[in-house]
């Protein structure tokens, strides 16, 4: 809470990054290879936002694909004060949701700035995709031999 409490969207911003990019030489990085490499390897799905698009596009091969899941910010907004209960929240209990949601507004627009320069695939899901559909729809971007 004193994270959320004491920093504004830029300084969390930074934060988050800079924890994501620490987590990928020695852990993330490491794995996308070893699967990869290993044609007697079954198929790895990695999710997560600690996932950057600079740093996986360093690692796509023929067997490696990514994409990205983006959402509108109205969806984004909506999603988090329902899950918080944030009607129900006393003000410092809101403050800290709203610097949680800037920064995840902030979050997903760096995102999308990145697919976008690098030119990666990028799903917009919207209020009503189910998790099949987005599924379907990741397997369609992998092309025919997924």
């Not at 596009?57 to 329902?82: C, G, H, K, P």
């Not at 697919?115 to 369609?140: F, H, T, W």
């Amino acid at each position: 809470m004193e994270h959320y409490d004491r920093l504004d969207a830029d300084q969390l911003m930074s934060s988050v990054l800079s924890h994501y990019k620490a987590m990928w030489k020695p852990l993330i990085e490491p794995l996308i290879i070893r699967q990869s490499s290993d044609e007697t390897a079954s198929s790895l799905v990695l999710e997560g936002s600690a996932l950057l698009p600079d740093h996986a596009v360093q690692v796509l091969t023929d067997r490696v694909f990514a994409a990205w899941l983006t959402a509108s910010e109205d969806l984004i907004r909506n999603r988090i004060y329902a899950e918080s209960r944030y009607s129900e929240m006393v003000p410092f209990g809101r403050k800290l949701v709203d610097r949680f949601l800037d920064r995840t507004l902030a979050f997903n627009h760096f995102i999308r700035s990145e697919v976008v320069r690098l030119s990666l695939p990028n799903i917009d899901v919207g209020e009503d995709v189910s998790e099949e559909e987005l599924a379907l729809r990741c397997l369609e971007m992998m092309g025919p031999n997924t």
